[in-house]
């Protein structure tokens, strides 16, 4: 009933910059808190930033000063800005939403999208 599609992903050198985006669609009655994940090559998956319905964020501190998270709750869609990328940047990107919907009755459950690859590198 619901879907996280993302897109941006790409090759970058470092210093760069990028965005992502992540659209959510189907029978949505609220998204509550988004967020950005990533998951280098063997290491475990990691927060990257997250924003609230109200727009309280927080960020890893390794992204602090470089990535922006932000979210237009009209177009239900949650971006990541991320500038001065480095090359220990490169990871999968995931899109994470915490949705209500309804399905004859109301259900909040944990999105996650399909993963973009995020490359920096000269």
Known sequence: QVQLVES?????????????????????????TMGWYRQALGKQRELVAAITSGGSSNYADSVKGRFTISRDNAKNTVYLQ????????T????CNADITYYG???????YWGQGTQVTVSS
């Open 104 to 110: 004859g009755s109301f259900y909040t459950y944990d």
């Open 91 to 94: 990871a999968v990107y995931y």
């Open 8 to 32: 941006g992903g790409g090759l970058v050198q470092p210093g760069g910059s990028l965005r992502l985006s992540c659209a959510a669609s189907g029978s949505i009655f609220r998204i509550n």
């Open 82 to 89: 991320m500038n001065s990328l480095k090359p220990e940047d």
